[in-house]
């Protein structure tokens, strides 16, 4: 392994009640628009934070509060209407509950898993997750088997978004190296002098060209860690050290806007010194260049589990 560091830790425990009133966000991790909403709400009750609600929107609708799903759920937070109908509230205090406004969903949304939490809350085990295993097979599992019941979807839901949480959070301490880094960052390497291409992800009908999504996914996908196709949701993948804390292999992104990963418009691979290799734009090629620049927008530690987590359809 190239990259020998001191270990890093997100502090507190993400799903658990206790560092809830400590948990802040990532910076622009959450749409500016959303961002005071998720921090506000996310602090409702113990068995949330405002990461924890934060990766539950991304998790339904990419935090679009225009969202439709085929079984008929509805805006930012993904109500069915029979749910709404007994959970929604009037978050903004106008008179009425709106699901496709973000003001009553988001609301809506910690109000309900506080109201999870208090059904189980005599069941042994992590408050927060026994409160997202009720939310996906219902509080009467998890009283049943005293805790996260066996289903696999369950289990499978409650560590999504735990660990989908911690790309959400504010690290409060410095964050594990990536194993895979290394093997990215040689992937990279020998594509330097590469022709730009827009859309491209390096197939041989490509003639093995990329864009800088396209070669960043590449990279990484060769030591094994599936990132999604576009830099914005590549940004949700892992916890995100500061500026002063990057190591070679994380991935660096640069945004229009300084408050909104939403907008992020462009990725590279940090390699030390203040540098990246990035394919740039039509008419460039694969090429070190520097990270610090006017859109210089912060950076993510990507690691397996975070990337397993991140939802397909985004």
């Known amino acids: 392994m190239l990259l020998v560091v001191g270990v890093y830790i997100v502090a507190g425990n993400l799903a658990g009640g206790a560092a809830a009133g400590g948990v802040g966000l990532a ?126 979807e369950t289990r499978n839901y409650v560590k999504t978004i735990t660990t989908l949480a911690k790309s959400f959070a504010a690290p409060v301490a410095r964050v594990d190296p990536s194993r895979q880094a290394a093997g990215a960052i040689a992937y990279a390497q020998s594509k330097l002098g590469t022709p730009y291409l827009w859309g491209g992800t390096g197939t041989a009908a490509q003639s093995g060209r990329f864009d800088c999504s396209g070669l960043t996914q590449a990279s990484y996908d060769k030591v094994g860690i599936k990132l999604p196709r576009v830099a914005n949701d590549q940004y949700n993948a892992g916890p995100h050290p500061a500026r002063n804390e990057l190591l070679p292999g994380d991935l660096v992104f640069f945004s229009h806007d300084p408050n909104d990963s939403r907008a992020i418009h462009h990725v590279g691979i940090y390699v030390g010194g203040g540098y990246m290799i990035d394919a740039p734009r039509t008419g460039a090629v694969i090429r070190f260049d520097p990270i610090d620049g006017g859109d210089y927008f912060g950076a993510t530690r990507v690691t397996e589990d975070g990337a397993k987590a991140l939802p397909t359809h985004v």
């Open 27 to 152: 910076k622009g991790a959450v749409p500016a628009a959303y961002q005071t909403l998720v921090q506000k709400w996310g602090n409702l009750c113990p068995a949330i934070n405002p990461a924890l609600l934060a990766a539950q929107l991304y998790q339904e609708s990419g935090f679009n509060p225009g969202a439709r799903s085929p079984a008929k759920a509805q805006g930012i937070a993904q109500f069915i209407p029979g749910t709404w109908a007994t959970h929604g509230v009037d978050g903004d205090g106008d008179g009425d509950r709106d699901v496709w406004d973000p003001e009553d969903a988001i609301p809506s949304a910690a109000s309900y898993d506080c109201e999870l939490a208090k059904y189980v809350k005599d069941v042994p085990g992590d408050a927060s997750a026994n409160m997202l295993a009720s939310y996906n097979a219902g509080a009467y599992a998890v009283i049943r088997y005293g805790g996260v019941p066996p289903y696999r």
